[in-house]
């Protein structure tokens, strides 16, 4: 294993740029609040610990050679992702609707959901895969054995994530005066439900890479 302060640097740079897993971490924080965000992380990173596995042992090089199985994975990741987009929209029209005739809104079953989501949210994208087995192999010398450098740095980019999605969730949290508000919630799960479908007809149209 090679430049791993590098892998680092560049894990940080990628983690921080908007994403599926960010978009749905986004909207529980918003929706359920500062624990809907943390459960959502949470299943990121066991999916993430996951993909890390599938690497080590050599099932995401399966996933990303067979283009059947990566369109399996890609069609299925990308109905999710236009479901939750869709689900968000559409509560957002009830919330409304509810709002306009003075009716509560139950949330407390939302919750229960937020693991859910962001696991099947990173488990079911096969760009994780393909990002798993791309980017891994550069920082390891050639001819050397997979096994511990990968589990090494599969191990740093879920921990790393899990940072960064803590500081984020609780950057939100500490704003929450001003993105509790009802027109700001309005606002960003408008838009979150907007961004998961875009991503998810962004993963329908990806192309596998050989």
Same mark, same amino acid.
């Given at each position: 294993?090679?430049? @791993? ?5 560049? $894990?940080? /740079? ?5 994403? %599926?897993? =960010? ?16 459960? =959502?992380? @949470?299943? =990121? $990173? $066991? ?11 050599? *099932? ?7 283009? *059947? ?19 968000? /929209? ?23 959901? $937020?693991?859910? !989501?962001?696991? *099947?949210?990173?488990?079911?994208? %096969? ?9 891994? %192999? !550069? ?9 511990? %450098?990968? *589990? ?14 803590? @500081? ?5 949290? !500490? ?9 700001? !919630? ?12 875009? @991503?998810?007809?962004?993963?329908? /149209? ?5």
């Amino acid at each position: 294993m090679e430049n @791993f302060y590098l892998f680092v640097i560049m $894990c940080v /740079l990628l983690i921080i740029l908007p994403g %599926p897993d =960010t978009a749905i971490a986004t909207k529980n924080t918003l929706t359920v609040g500062r624990a809907g965000g943390y459960k =959502t992380v @949470f299943g =990121t $990173c $066991c999916a993430l610990f996951i993909h890390t596995t599938a690497a080590v042992v050599g *099932l995401s090089a399966i996933i990303v050679k067979s283009a *059947l199985l990566f369109s399996i994975f890609k069609y299925v990741g990308a109905v999710y992702l236009v479901y939750l987009g869709a689900k968000t /929209l559409w509560a957002l029209k009830n919330k409304e609707a509810a709002a306009a005739a003075e009716i509560p809104v139950e949330s407390k079953f939302e919750s229960k959901s $937020c693991f859910k !989501q962001g696991f *099947l949210t990173n488990l079911l994208n %096969p760009k994780v895969a393909v990002f798993f087995l791309t980017f891994l %192999p !550069q920082f390891v010398h050639s001819g050397t054995k997979t096994f511990i %450098p990968f *589990l090494i740095m599969g191990i740093t980019y879920t921990v790393l994530t899990a940072i960064w999605f803590l @500081f984020y969730i609780y950057l939100l949290n !500490q704003i929450s005066a001003f993105m509790k508000k009802p027109r700001t !919630q309005r606002v960003f799960e408008g838009l979150t439900g907007t961004v998961l479908i875009g @991503f998810g007809i962004k993963l329908a /149209l990806e192309k596998a890479h050989h």
